[in-house]
T-cell receptor, first 111, second 111 residues
Framework: DGGITQSPKYLFRKEGQNVTLSCEQN?????MYWYRQDPGQGLRLIYY???????QKGDIAEGYSVSREKKESFPLTVTSAQKNPTAFYLC??????????FGDGTRLSIL | SQQGEEDPQALSIQEGENATMNCSYK?????LQWYRQNSGRGLVHLIL?????REKHSGRLRVTLDTSKKSSSLLITASRAADTASYFC???????????FGGGTRLMVKP
């Protein structure tokens, strides 16, 4: 079945450590997105990519980095510069100007 | 920046009743979308309404859009316990590149 797979489901980060969240889609969508969701809040856009080898910052890109080397994959790295990384991270993909399809998220916590 | 704001933030109703959620936004839009999120899961797209449309139906869902008031409403008729979830409105920029999500309405339907 086509869809978006995020892994891992739960992730723990030590102080000063970079961690990478995986997002893979087999929907053949050009656009992919990363969002952050804090408890009881809506989604805030971190980065998005409309085409391979190109991506743009969203509203809260500081402390995060991404790459888009393949159409199917859009990994997110939470760097040590992100001082408050504890959150629920959601990846999505879409055909341009069409509704977004979401993965089931990765919950990141600090040890 | 958060474009859409949902109202109420939380809503509790009995099974069989109707649930109405409202969304207000600030700037011109291309379209407005409603999404649903079950606890700890990703978002699922419910319905998209374009800026030149006033009303749209999908099963038990009815969405209205008033661009003069910059507001939309989502009506769920004959609610079921399985409708318990958070509901988010999302607006796109006029280029259709990014979605901006509101803070959501948490709906609880009691059996």
């Amino acid at each position: 079945d086509g869809g978006i797979t995020q892994s891992p489901k739960y992730l723990f980060r030590k102080e000063g450590q970079n961690v990478t969240l995986s997002c893979e889609q087999n929907l053949n969508h050009d656009a992919m997105y990363w969002y952050r969701q804090d408890p009881g809040q809506g989604l805030r856009l971190i980065y998005y990519s409309q085409i391979v080898n190109d991506f743009q910052k969203g509203d809260i890109a500081e402390g995060y980095s991404v790459s888009r080397e393949k159409k199917e994959s859009f990994p997110l790295t939470v760097t040590s510069a992100q001082k408050n990384p504890t959150a629920f991270y959601l990846c999505a993909s879409s055909v341009t100007n069409q509704p977004q399809h979401f993965g089931d998220g990765t919950r990141l916590s600090i040890l | 920046s958060q474009q859409g704001e949902e109202d109420p933030q939380a809503l509790s109703i009995q099974e069989g009743e109707n649930a109405t959620m409202n969304c207000s936004y600030k700037t011109s839009i291309n379209n407005l979308q409603w999404y649903r999120q079950n606890s700890g899961r990703g978002l699922v797209h419910l319905i998209l309404i374009r800026s030149n449309e006033r009303e749209k139906h999908s099963g038990r869902l009815r969405v209205t859009l008033d661009t003069s008031k910059k507001s939309s409403s989502l009506l769920i008729t004959a609610s079921r316990a399985a409708d318990t979830a958070s509901y988010f409105c999302a607006t796109d920029d006029n280029a259709g590149n990014m979605l901006t999500f509101g803070g959501g309405t948490r709906l609880m339907v009691k059996p």
